[in-house]
């Protein structure tokens, strides 16, 4: 199947800090990126998709000024958590589907998020 | 808005046996795919199986089949054979063509040796 590479695994800030994320897809064209939150023990609670070239959209109730995503090229699409704080801290997810990809979602490893 | 039920939160199954996940969805579309996905502790998602809503037969992966039934919108997950490593949660999602995926809850399934 296809590779989707995300980046980091987990990473630990302060609060009021921003935290930038990075997936890619390493060996198809990913039209389109979307980017997931997931709660201990819960399903994946979308927050936004976004297409290559366009502005993400995001799910009611995120806040696009606070988690800003850019897809800038057919291979990468970023997540930077801005100011972020304590109940930002969660494991997020992305995923990622082309053209290529037959129909199915490739999902990247996800990055646990600790902000202190 | 599509969506998709799962109503069995846990599940167990001892070691070589065979258990059923159950998922439900409802749509007005035609033209979807349906899948299911395994996301073991290590938390990275892998697709396990695939259907086409417009074919008939079941698809097949190894030890992973499904009952698609779609006048019913029912598209159950049959794991053949359990083993240890099928430990994990289960998440039967939706896709329309190039769009959204629409996620259930989750099936957290436990093998028991």
């Known amino acids: 199947g296809a590779v989707v590479s995300q980046h980091p695994s987990w990473v630990i800030c302060k609060s009021g800090t921003s935290v930038k994320i990075e997936c890619r897809s390493l060996?198809?064209?990913?039209?389109?990126m979307f980017w997931y939150r997931q709660f201990p023990k819960q399903s994946l609670m979308l927050m936004a998709t976004?297409?290559?070239?366009?502005?993400?959209?995001?799910e009611q109730g995120v806040e696009k000024d606070k988690f800003l995503i850019n897809h800038a090229s057919l291979t990468l699409s970023t997540l930077t958590v801005t100011s972020a704080h304590p109940e930002d801290s969660s494991f997020y997810i992305c995923?990622?589907?082309?053209?290529?990809?037959?129909?199915?979602?490739?999902f990247g490893s996800g990055t646990q998020l600790s902000v202190l | 808005a599509q969506t998709v039920t799962q109503s069995q939160p846990e599940m167990s199954v001892q070691e070589a046996e065979t258990v059923t996940l159950s998922c439900t969805y409802d749509?007005?579309?035609?033209?979807?795919?349906l899948f299911w996905y395994k996301q073991p502790p290590s938390r990275q998602m892998i697709l396990v199986i695939r259907?086409?809503?417009?074919?008939?037969q079941n698809a097949t992966e190894n030890r992973f089949s499904v009952n698609f039934q779609k006048a019913a919108k029912s598209f159950s997950l049959k794991i053949s054979d359990s083993q240890l490593g099928d430990t994990a949660m289960y998440f039967c999602?939706?896709?329309?063509?190039?769009?959204?995926?629409?996620f259930g809850t989750g099936t957290s399934l436990t093998v028991i040796p």
């Open positions: 995923s990622a589907h082309g053209t290529a990809t037959n129909e199915k979602l490739f």
């Open positions: 060996d198809f064209q990913a039209t389109t």
């Open positions: 976004s297409n290559e070239g366009s502005k993400a959209t995001y």
């Open positions: 749509t007005s579309e035609s033209n979807y795919y």
């Open positions: 259907q086409e809503a417009y074919k008939q």
């Open positions: 999602a939706f896709g329309e063509s190039g769009n959204q995926f629409y």
